[in-house]
């Protein structure tokens, strides 16, 4: 008995090819959604730049505004503690002390 192999290729072409379709179907989606995660990266990493960059000047402001703060609390207390030395030794010297 002779092993016979029987070909139907105008199907088994068909079939390649759509294998192959298949294939560069996937391979296009594989690129498709690396480049869509490229452009994710590069978006999300500018904003988060962007972000970090605000964030920094934002907090830079408020420091300064806070220092700012605690400089003029500093005076008021210094010129208050000034002012009252002040008042003790009028009375003080009213008094004769």
């Known amino acids: 008995m002779a092993d016979t192999v029987l070909y139907n290729i105008p199907h088994i072409e068909s079939a390649l090819a759509t294998m192959q379709s298949l294939n560069m179907q996937g391979q296009d989606l594989a ?6 995660y490229r452009i994710l990266d590069e978006v999300s990493s500018g904003q988060a730049t962007n972000r970090g960059i605000e964030f ?5 402001q ?4 806070a220092a700012e703060i605690l400089q003029s609390a500093h005076t008021a207390v210094r010129q208050a503690a000034d002012d009252q030395v002040g008042v003790d030794q009028h009375w003080a010297g009213l008094m004769g002390l």
Not at 31 to 36: A, D, E, I, N, V
Not at 62 to 65: F, M, S, V
């Open 31 to 36: 690129h498709g959604m690396t480049q869509q």
């Open 56 to 60: 920094g000047a934002h907090a830079d």
């Open 62 to 65: 408020i420091r300064a505004h």
